[in-house]
């Protein structure tokens, strides 16, 4: 498809007979490049010095460095190496930086991508002509340059095309609705960042995505924007919706730009309100009280746990896009609309964030590349790993360090997380650090004691979260007979290694419910 759509630009430089073009010496031609070896500099044939890179699955070259700079640049279409022609679409990033030797440039339509601080600062550049092919411009591009100042002097942004690249302003409201944005489908890295003063932002009618770092952080605090409205146009009900509204509707899978361009607003105050109402709207569904602090929360250790088991079972079940190698998620908080696959980092600050939120004490822990969580329950640390969502493990949930081991060697803590010993394991009631049938009598005497009401009951809320063996929110004679039939398979198999628990329980398909 790329090489389809490359063709088509260079056909359409072809025939557009290259009017757009300035002169050199009276000649209006594409300069080209003939080279022998790629990367090194070589010259066209105005005496410009280019040295460049070949991409030989599509037969493209990108521009990765300039001298003999004139000051009318026109970029070349197509390089020549060892006799093959390669498409120039691309230029990488700083080409041009810094070269105040530049007075305009032209962009051949080949070109589609422009990196990072391409001419950035390249003070007296006035003019850019061409560029009708780019669908890419990065951070920093033609900042500081005569040309973004004009522009910024004159209309207070700055925009090549159907780019926005820069937008200028100190007003509470800043309203790109108007109809002189109506050509603007795309707002660059960094083109928000002088938004610091405002509060509402009306988004292009016909804009089709922000970048994720079109709105970015630089003051010294860290501290979000206080931008706190945002609307954007959606073209299926043909009316501007507000972003706070469709985040809390039952039906936010129905805005496309829900999933395009949620992303770009977490650095502001607007992204930190949907994350806690939608918080909110989670522990209703869950029957989980919104405390939003751990202090002096008052809960028993066994409501403790049964908090945790609700909120370890929702993130298990509506997160479930593990993706360690090309997570594209730039915080948690994206997922609840923005659904690209997570990786262990955002899983853990995921569950922090809740537990923190219903007045439970949990911190993001560390292994051997790896994060997962430990939680406090009574005055007892526990392991938990989150993105354990595929099998929902006990493995996973509420386990000691040794246990934690088991199913992956990523959960071996590391320096970060050692001084969080997690050595109370559930099933061993009486806490003497053996799983036997004291331990499963124990587990029935529980049992019995909280169904007769009139029975002295002498076993504490920690204790029962130590008898809910299988972790199912419940205490009865499967916990016990879990332990009873752990522990003759021990004595059964004294020779060999043994399992713990959970990896026994796990082994014979046991799974959180």
């Given at each position: ?29 594409v ?18 010095t ?6 030989q ?65 390249a003070?007296n ?41 820069r937008y200028?302003?100190s ?11 109506d ?43 206080i ?30 730009f ?8 977490l ?17 209703s569904?869950?029957?989980?009280k ?10 028993s ?34 997922e609840f ?8 980092h ?44 595929w ?18 060697g990523?959960?071996t ?12 394991q ?88």
């Amino acid at each position: 498809m790329i090489k389809k759509i490359i063709a088509v630009m260079c056909a359409t430089v072809v025939c557009s007979g290259l009017a757009f073009l300035p002169n050199y010496n009276g000649k209006s031609i594409v300069p080209t490049i003939n080279a022998a070896l790629e990367g090194d500099y070589y010259t066209d044939e105005y005496g410009v010095t280019y040295r460049f890179t070949i991409d030989q699955s599509d037969n493209t070259a990108c521009l990765k460095g300039i001298k003999n700079v004139k000051s009318n640049l026109i970029l070349p279409s197509s390089v020549t190496l060892n006799g093959n022609s390669y498409t120039v679409t691309k230029l990488g990033n700083g080409f041009g930086y810094h070269y105040e030797e530049i007075n305009s440039i032209t962009i051949p339509n080949t070109i589609y991508s422009l990196g990072d601080s391409c001419f950035y600062l390249a003070d007296n550049l006035v003019s850019v002509n061409g560029g009708d092919s780019i669908n890419e411009i990065g951070r920093d591009t033609f900042q500081y340059t005569a040309w973004e100042e004009n522009q910024k002097n004159t209309k207070g942004y700055c925009n090549l095309g159907k780019y926005l690249i820069r937008y200028f302003s100190s007003e509470e409201t800043v309203d790109l609705s108007k109809s002189e944005f109506d050509n603007i489908e795309y707002i660059c890295p960094l083109a928000l960042k002088s938004i610091i003063k405002t509060k509402k932002l009306i988004l292009p009618k016909n804009m089709k995505s922000i970048s994720i770092d079109a709105i970015l952080i630089h003051n010294e605090e860290n501290t979000p924007y206080i931008l706190n409205e945002v609307k954007f146009y959606d073209a299926k009900s043909n009316k501007y919706i507000d972003l706070y509204d469709a985040c809390m509707s039952d039906n936010y899978s129905d805005y496309s730009f829900m999933y395009d361009n949620y992303d770009a607003f977490l650095q502001t105050q607007l992204c930190d309100k949907i994350a806690l109402d939608y918080t909110k709207k989670i522990f209703s569904k869950c029957g989980i009280k919104y405390l939003g602090s751990t202090n002096n929360t008052g809960y028993s250790a066994w409501e403790e746990y049964q908090i945790i088991r609700k909120l370890y079972i929702y993130v298990c079940d509506n997160f479930t896009e593990y993706n360690c190698e090309n997570g594209k998620s730039s915080s948690f908080k994206t997922e609840f609309f923005y659904r690209h696959g997570i990786m262990c980092h955002d899983f853990a600050e995921m569950f922090k964030y809740f537990c923190d939120a219903a007045g439970i004490t949990c911190v993001v822990a560390y292994g051997n590349n790896h994060e997962f969580n430990d939680v406090k329950i009574g005055d007892k640390w526990f392991n938990l790993d989150s993105c354990a969502s595929w099998n929902l493990s006990v493995q996973s949930f509420l386990t000691t360090d040794n246990v934690f081991k088991e199913p992956s060697g990523s959960h071996t803590k590391t320096y970060k997380s050692t001084y969080l010993q997690c050595t109370t394991q559930i099933g061993d009631v009486n806490q003497d650090g053996y799983i036997n049938s004291i331990d499963a009598s124990l587990i029935l005497d529980a049992y019995s004691s909280s169904r007769v009401s009139n029975r002295n009951n002498n076993f504490s809320s920690f204790d029962l979260v130590l008898c809910d063996v299988d972790r199912n929110g419940y205490v009865n004679a499967i916990d016990s007979s879990w332990v009873l039939s752990y522990y003759s398979y021990v004595q059964t198999h004294k020779g060999g290694e043994t399992p713990s628990l959970e990896q026994y329980m796990h082994n014979n398909g046991l799974h959180i419910i």
